[in-house]
């Protein structure tokens, strides 16, 4: 039961985090030490379906409780205070790290890991620089979407699933790099606010384009899993070196991506969101230190009073 419990607050931090631009669910399932837990539950699905199951099921009902409410939450985010959720989730992030690289620490980090290190870097920082430069324009087709729509979205969720398995690497920074993130997060507040009113007018439409992209990114899902299962066996020390990159690269895109480029565009022209940007500057900058400060204190509470955990 403990295990369950700690599975299903697991899926639901790794569910706010794959909603978050900038924000990987996986650097979250490293941080709360269930990331190779979960991984060997994909790979051996078939193989120990049992104990595959009852380590997977409690982190898909999390992901599921986690992504629902960030959604709607982040569409008012995005709207107003968006520096200062960054800066929350940065420091989060930041305050992990040192813990991150335990995985390697003692290690010699030789040429192989270097340079996996540095393109894994370079690769989650370029996501967030290719965002700002990249302008698609998919909502205007989202309520009312042409077939090849439909199509297109199983690929984006394959994408967008190799974000949410391999840590450092933000699931909402692939999807806005693809502009697929507003189409998205605004036909899923559109779909829940239509039941809640009892229209059903739209809803086929809206269930295809999600039911397409989760297709995507639950194929994609067990796929890249298996991928990363091999590596984590055979080629540990290189694997994790890759993931403190994208880990720290994540940090920089979380201030680098084209959802907070139109913040700081708004910022430039005078406009502000809830609060004025001399306000919500500092305070973003408190946050961020406030929450570095407590994920390096809860890190190392959970170091000294709980096991490494076996993987059942």
Avoid at 111 to 123: E, G, H, K
Wanted: proline share 4%; glycine share 10%; charged share 15%.
């Amino acid at each position: 039961m403990k295990n369950t419990l700690k599975n299903l607050l697991a899926g639901i931090f790794i569910g706010i985090g794959s909603a978050i631009p900038g924000v990987s669910g996986g650097t979250i399932a490293v941080i709360l030490k269930v990331y190779e837990k979960i991984i060997w539950a994909v790979s051996h699905l078939f193989k120990e379906f049992k104990k595959a199951i009852v380590i997977l099921l409690p982190v898909i009902i999390g992901l599921v409780i986690g992504i629902v409410p960030t959604i709607i939450l982040m569409d008012k985010a995005l709207e107003g205070f968006l520096f200062g959720v960054v800066c929350i989730f940065a420091g989060f992030i930041a305050g992990s790290l040192p813990k991150i690289s335990k995985e390697i620490k003692g290690k010699k980090f030789i040429t192989p890991n270097t340079i996996t290190f540095v393109i894994a870097l370079v690769v989650a920082v370029g996501l967030g620089i290719a965002s700002v430069l990249s302008k698609s324009d998919v909502g205007a087709y989202i309520n009312n979407p042409p077939i090849w729509l439909y199509f297109v979205l199983i690929p984006v969720g394959f994408i967008a699933s190799i974000a949410l398995v391999v840590p450092g690497i933000s699931g909402g920074m692939v999807l806005i790099l693809c502009g697929f993130y507003k189409p998205l997060i605004e036909s899923t507040t559109t779909t829940l606010e239509n039941l809640v009113h009892g229209d059903a007018s739209h809803l086929g439409i809206q269930v295809g384009i999600l039911g397409c992209f989760a297709i995507g990114v639950l194929v994609g899902f067990f796929v890249v899993s298996k991928l990363m299962s091999v590596l984590l066996e055979k080629y540990h020390d290189i694997t994790f070196s890759g993931i403190l990159g994208f880990v720290i690269g994540s940090v920089v895109a979380l201030f680098i991506n084209f959802e907070i480029w139109e913040y700081y565009t708004l910022w430039s022209n005078g406009g502000q969101g809830y609060l004025r940007k001399e306000i919500e500057i500092p305070l973003g900058i408190s946050l961020l230190i406030l929450a570095m400060v407590l994920s390096y204190l809860l890190t190392r509470y959970e170091d000294k009073h709980q096991p490494v955990e076996a993987q059942d």
